[in-house]
């Protein structure tokens, strides 16, 4: 447990680290680039650990890791200015709006090339996300047994969205909890007009139908000698059936296998566009270490797709999945603010070096797409309107620029402190959040 805490701690100091210190290098080039004198650059707050000095420049560690700063001469209005051009604000606004501006920018661009550089040598999906939602499992007592759904359906519109994937309809689904959903299912050549309801479930109250893709059972290796050999199935046969109920989710087909307690089962088989039946008597056998009964075959295994992608298409897929979590970021902070979602979805520092802890257990590429993601959650955070952050820096410039004058010091200083209030509250709300959620984990 306490080998966990700490693994997960260095990850996650070492991952936002990284990413602040590229946010700041953003701040930091831009204002060397427009000839603004940077006095510090800090990697963490507080009192200075170590450090050198280059320069007008003070480059140092700093005690709190979770952070960091950029301190320009003259970017503090409530300071007497002397007019030099080394001063932040005696730039011209559009060059103090590309130094702010650059922070954020850089958090976008490691979003992009992390992915990119993942998606070149491992890029991995779910096999199903591209294809047409066809229902291959439901749970019992599941939101999709709820609403009357069964194994074989096809939903051909979900939330008005026609002849949808299931990459299409997961966001909807893991946010929708709590509400009314409408889709239409294709049954035996009828449509079907019905409602989904997500159930909230797990510490974050995120959606869950309680559905499973079609994923067919075809076979890809027959042992010679077991059962499945002796009744003449072949690699490429597609089992269907089991018993007379049809299959459309493969995994079952082992669940059967496993109930049947060495029974003879009747499998229904597809070869070459035609069905047959075969009667076959299942062994109780050894596999991996464990004792089941089975018929000796070994299923494909078509749940994922690993692949390499050549350069060009992994920057271009990267680019695309990053627009789509962009996309998918303030709709959800759209459905927390108006409450369809639950605002324990929100993750703190506790919760990103749990996520960053287990991903880096995972392995490289799992980590490397948790920090990818949240190098664009950064990247988002600070471009929100909020005082203090970047956004509220760039929000004030949009209306100086407007105004065509400054705005006077005492509102820039109100517009702080409410930022500064507003910023310890989310931060207190966040980490309880996270606290609960360790504590009472469902």
């Known amino acids: 447990m306490i080998s966990s805490f700490l693994t997960d701690a260095v990850v996650v100091v070492v991952v936002l680290g990284g990413m602040v ?58 300071a007497v200015l002397t007019g030099d051009p080394g001063e932040f604000l005696s730039r011209p606004r559009w060059q103090r709006f590309v130094i702010i501006l650059m922070g954020p920018a850089m958090n976008f661009v490691l979003a992009i090339v992390v992915l990119a550089g993942v998606y070149r040598f491992h890029y991995q999906k779910p096999a199903y996300e591209d294809e047409p939602v066809k229902i291959g499992a439901v749970e019992p007592h599941s939101a999709a047994a709820a609403a009357g759904l069964q194994p074989g359906d096809v939903v051909v519109k979900f939330d008005g969205v026609n002849d949808p994937k299931w990459q299409n309809i997961k966001f909807n689904v893991l946010t929708g909890a709590g509400h009314a959903i409408s889709l239409t299912v294709l049954r035996d050549g009828k449509l079907i007009h019905t409602t989904l309801t997500p159930e909230a479930e797990g510490p974050n109250r995120t959606g869950r139908a309680g559905w499973l893709p079609y994923m067919p059972g075809i076979i890809e290796e027959v042992n010679p000698g077991q059962p499945a050999s002796k009744a003449g199935l072949k690699p490429g046969d597609m089992i269907v059936g089991f018993d007379g109920k049809r299959i459309y989710y493969w995994p079952l087909i082992v669940q059967e296998l496993r109930d049947s307690h060495g029974q003879e089962v009747q499998l229904t088989i597809l070869r070459d566009g035609k069905l047959f039946q075969v009667q076959v008597k299942p062994e109780y056998t050894e596999v991996m270490g464990l004792k089941t009964w089975r018929i000796g075959v ?49 993750a703190g520092p506790i919760g990103i070096a749990q996520i960053s802890g287990e991903a880096y257990r995972r392995g490289i590429s799992d980590l490397l797409m948790i920090v990818s993601f949240i190098s664009l959650q950064l990247g988002i955070l600070n471009l929100l309107p909020i005082p203090i952050l970047d956004g509220g820096q760039i929000f004030l410039l949009a209306i100086e620029g407007f105004m065509r004058h400054d705005l006077s010091l005492e509102i820039k200083e109100r517009f702080a402190q409410v930022g500064i209030v507003f910023l310890l509250l989310i931060f207190v709300f966040v980490v309880y959040n996270d606290i609960v959620k360790t504590i009472r984990p469902s």
């Open 298 to 346: 070994t299923i494909r295994n078509n749940e994922f797709v690993v692949r390499e992608l050549p350069l060009a298409l992994a920057i271009e897929h990267a680019l695309r999945d990053n627009y789509r979590n962009f996309l998918e970021t303030f709709d959800v902070l759209g459905k927390i603010v108006t409450r369809q979602m639950s605002a324990r979805s929100l």
């Open 21 to 78: 210190f590229l946010h700041e290098l953003g701040h930091f080039l831009a204002a060397k680039g427009f000839g603004v004198r940077v006095l510090t650059f800090s990697l963490g707050f507080g009192k200075r650990l170590f450090g050198f000095k280059r320069g007008d420049t003070d480059y140092r560690v700093s005690i709190l890791p979770l952070g960091g700063y950029v301190r320009m001469a003259g970017d503090d209005p409530t």
